[in-house]
């Protein structure tokens, strides 16, 4: 009876410990998608500069030069913005894994627990067997002693 019990409430940990999983997985891509939108803007932004720089080697107007500027200081304001959403989606994924973890940890600690309650069953029904045996020896040696009696 209290296995089942026990039975029952490592099915609903694992149940729970599947979905938490699964939120692992989906924070871990998500933290990936964002971490190459960061790769990407950071990319774009070199790629950017080196094309600006060879059109500067010809010659560019002080009116290009402000547009460039500032452009530029756009990419950077992005770039920022996108690595601290980079770094929120690692925060979130990490703390997502550690809840996973911890709900695992507690499963195999209910499976410890009914594998020990397993173990402590069985060592009672063998030592109600041996009980049992060693009375059913004890009543046929006093029926043999009581028959030679005779």
Known sequence: MINQRFNMLIKIQQEREERLQAQ???????YQQQEQKYQGLANYRTEYIQQSQQQGSLGIQSRQYNQFVNFIGK??????????AVQQAKNAAEQRKQTWLAMQKKRKALELLVERNNFAELQKQLKQEQKNADEYASQQFMRLRAQSLE
């Open 24 to 30: 692992f997985v989906s924070a871990q891509q998500f």
């Open 75 to 84: 990419l950077d304001q992005a770039i920022q913005q996108q690595g601290r």
